[in-house]
């Protein structure tokens, strides 16, 4: 049983920073790509960014330049750190991973549980 548990989510006063955590547990063989998305109330889920195994990453545009992904491929763990943080950044912030159990198993695409960030004054 494959496993993302986030950490790190909390109310923050806008231009803040948070540092959100997950990490993979479980039986994995290898993870490709891991990252962050963000789903508001009454929105759609979205892109926040990602990043391979190789270390390249991709944001979204509202993340580029206040929000950094890194990685710990050891450890199977992903973080985003969030700085300069406005209300238009609270959300809920899901974890996500595309992995496989073993050499012939296909991929899976893996969601966390989700952390609240919620910025106000």
């Known amino acids: 049983q494959v496993e993302l548990v986030e950490s790190g989510g909390g109310l923050v006063q806008p231009g803040g920073s948070l540092r959100l955590s997950c990490a993979a547990s479980?039986?994995?063989?290898?993870?490709?790509?891991m990252g962050w998305y963000r789903q508001a109330p009454g929105k759609q889920r979205e892109l926040v960014a990602t990043?391979?195994?190789?270390?390249?990453?991709k944001y979204a545009a509202s993340a580029k330049g206040r929000f950094t992904v890194s990685r710990d491929n050891a450890k199977n763990t992903v973080a985003l750190q969030m700085n300069a943080l406005q209300p238009e950044d609270t959300a809920v912030y899901y974890c996500?991973?595309?992995?496989?159990?073993?050499?012939?198993?296909?991929?899976?695409?893996?969601w966390g549980q989700g952390t609240q960030v919620t910025v106000s004054s």
């Open positions: 479980g039986s994995i063989f290898s993870i490709a790509h």
């Open positions: 990043i391979t195994s190789a270390g390249n990453t």
């Open positions: 996500n991973a595309a992995l496989r159990l073993g050499p012939r198993d296909g991929w899976r695409d893996t």
